[in-house]
């Protein structure tokens, strides 16, 4: 299973940023995907994940912010970010679970919310 994440870059404090991240799974299932970021200094920690079923879940920090969806047809998540802060700032990583086997993440894309 490989996972292509794209659509992060420099964007300033109030603007908006989606990213996409596709997995590439063959014959294996795609359970829940997700996005976890990353800061200097920081823990990883998780913004959003979503459900085949779409069920979402949020991180604390996202308060309506970001949105996150998926297309099942094409194993594709993505993640809308609006009022975007400094402290978004981080590596975003998507992840994917996948039936009967380990989490897979991807490569990570670097997002930069100038103040």
């Known amino acids: 299973v490989q996972l292509q994440a794209s659509g992060g870059g420099l964007v300033q404090a109030g603007g908006s940023l989606r990213l996409s991240c596709a997995a590439s799974?063959?014959?294996?299932?795609?359970?829940?995907m997700g996005w976890y970021r990353q800061a200097p200094g920081k823990q990883r920690e998780l913004v959003a994940s979503?459900?085949?079923?779409?069920?979402?879940n949020y991180g604390p920090f996202v308060k309506g912010r970001f949105t996150i969806s998926r297309d099942n047809a094409k194993n594709t998540v993505y993640l809308q970010m609006n009022s975007l802060m400094f402290e978004d700032t981080a590596v975003y990583y998507c992840?994917?679970?996948?039936?009967?086997?380990?989490?897979?993440w991807g490569q990570g894309t670097l997002v930069t919310v100038s103040s």
């Open positions: 992840k994917a679970g996948v039936l009967g086997r380990n989490d897979y």
């Open positions: 799974s063959g014959v294996f299932i795609i359970t829940v």
């Open positions: 979503i459900t085949r079923g779409g069920n979402t």
